[in-house]
């Protein structure tokens, strides 16, 4: 394959994976999303949450306390505070991040990602935009799905306590 071919290819590619890029129709549905620069995101936010959440990095498996978490509560997203999952929805899933069977109604959005070439199903919180993680097709009854979500993505609060209101 000649230089000219090799950037077709890669032109491709690229064009594929944008197509992938619009967040699916639960978006639509949670109301209206919050819209921020990353400069007023950077701010808000430790750096580690701010690098997953909005340049979609992955935290370390086995590094969040979140995996230990047994309580029943509410699983927010960290940047705009919108629930995400119910704590009724997490389960072990071996996998060294939080793990959730079911999201809430309309909570999160989904696009494809093709940044490991084979194609993944990518999810974001539908009201702020922020990359939580991946949704795979291996989770427990009755789904079958496991949202496998970056701990520093969520910020957890127990049941009874009232949830902070949600960022403007």
Known sequence: MNRRQSLYSLLGLSLLSLGGHRLASAADKAGPRLVKSRAEWAKLLPAAAYEVLFDEATERPGSSPLNQEKREGTYLCAACFQP???SA???ESGTGWPSFWQALPAAVATRTDFKHILPRTE???SRCGGHQG???DDGP???GQR???NGVA???VV???PLPELRT
Do not use: S
């Open 84 to 86: 995400l999952f119910d």
């Open 89 to 91: 929805a997490k389960y």
């Open 123 to 125: 999810y974001h919180c």
């Open 134 to 136: 991946h949704v795979f």
């Open 141 to 143: 009854k009755p789904t």
């Open 147 to 149: 949202y496998c979500n």
């Open 154 to 156: 969520l910020q957890f």
């Open 159 to 161: 049941r009874g306590a």
